[in-house]
């Protein structure tokens, strides 16, 4: 099935940090001090994994962190390729002061990036500003040298609220968004403004903010357009839906203006929800991280990931089919899960508010049902 024939097939996922541990396994890391209370270098993180899955390496090739999800891909081709990418991408030295994490990776290895064939970077998080306002300028500069789009950060205010436009084959465009709230930890010094480089900021998560919001995105949608919003909200860890994130969604599919709400901040993944037939991804949990060894949280099963595949209608926006890959984090890797964690993951999706059913495939994909 090509990309487009019955609609718009698109790739989401959640968090992809490649900075900090991952840097280390890539060919150019940065160095790998860190300022943190317990782990005060970035090899740390790859000595806890190895001591769970045994040794793994030093300057593997960029495309050693996607693992299975590089088939999963070439099977699927989706359109459209977009992550929440949650690191700075720089060789700054401006920590920022007080921060317990800083998350960066070497420009030299954003191939990591190009080789999953992603088109558009979402920057909006509590991470893309670690290494100060210098970090994120390089940032932004390695992106565009690599013709990666970008949304929810910028050189100021006016750019970082800017949707990536991302032509569609046969016309039309998916235009990307991407807002960063108070929430999920990012600071009001972090956002972006006239004359400041920084994140779309929004300091609260509400119908008053929703209604805000699609009114400033409502006017740059064109006929053809659909529209995507990604946004780091609500806390880690956290064990339900927010009321407050329900009713936002609910607002802002009303309006008219979004066609899919990219939910990410959770570290595990969260309920989805249809609203009016558009898709709303509460929480996409992490993707690609340096987590594997640490302890504490396991009851979430912060180990479990998808690969989102919504396909979209072209004129009314609403989902036509939604496939989800069950992957799993092994040895600082994506592998495809199991059927058993494939079940597990089928139950958080479809945990309340989700009233959606989700079947397991023989294929080990699982997809809306009815």
């Known amino acids: 099935m090509t990309a487009f024939a019955a609609g718009v097939r698109l790739f989401l996922c959640g968090d992809v940090m490649t900075g900090r541990g991952i840097d280390q396994l890539l060919p150019h890391p940065v160095p790998p001090h860190l300022f943190e209370p317990y782990v005060q270098s970035a090899t740390g993180y790859v000595r806890l994994a190895e001591a769970r899955c045994g040794p793994l390496g030093r300057q593997l090739d960029v495309a050693y962190p996607w693992g299975d999800a590089l088939a999963v891909l070439e099977e699927m081709q989706p359109a459209l390729r977009i992550v929440n990418l949650e690191t700075a991408v720089t060789v700054s030295e401006d920590a920022q ?7 960066r990776m070497h420009p030299a290895n954003v191939p990591c990036l190009l080789r999953a064939g992603i088109h558009c970077c ?61 929430s999920s930890g990012v600071p009001a010094s972090w956002a972006a403004t006239a004359r400041r480089p920084g994140v779309n900021y929004l300091e609260t998560v509400s119908p008053a903010s929703a209604a805000r919001l699609a009114a400033a995105i409502a006017p740059q949608r064109q006929p053809g357009d659909l529209v995507l919003l990604s946004i780091h909200w609500g806390a880690n860890w956290s064990p339900a839906v927010p009321p407050a994130h329900r009713e936002f969604a609910r607002e802002l599919v009303a309006s008219g203006a979004v066609d899919v709400v990219h939910g990410h901040s959770s570290h595990h993944v969260l309920p989805i929800e249809l609203i009016d037939g558009k898709l709303v991804l509460y929480g996409c949990g992490d993707f690609i991280n340096d987590y594997e060894g640490i302890a504490g ?26 496939l989800l890959v069950p992957m799993r984090r092994r040895r600082l890797r994506m592998e495809r899960a199991d059927a058993q964690d494939a079940a597990r993951l089928a139950a958080m999706v479809q945990a309340e508010p989700s009233q959606v059913r989700i079947a397991l495939r023989p294929d080990g994909v699982l997809a809306l049902a009815g």
């Open 97 to 103: 002061p007080g921060k317990g994490i800083h998350y």
């Open 297 to 322: 949280h396991e009851a979430f099963r912060p180990d479990l990931a998808l690969m989102y595949f919504p396909r979209l209608d072209r004129t009314s926006g609403k989902l036509d089919e939604l």
């Open 122 to 182: 979402v920057l909006a998080n509590n991470h893309v500003l670690d290494w100060g306002a210098a970090g994120l300028l390089e940032t932004l500069r390695t992106l565009e040298a690599a013709d990666l789009r970008f949304a929810g950060a910028g050189r100021d205010a006016a750019r970082a609220a800017a949707p990536a436009r991302l032509p569609l084959p046969g016309g039309g465009r998916v235009l990307v968004f991407g807002v960063a709230t108070a």
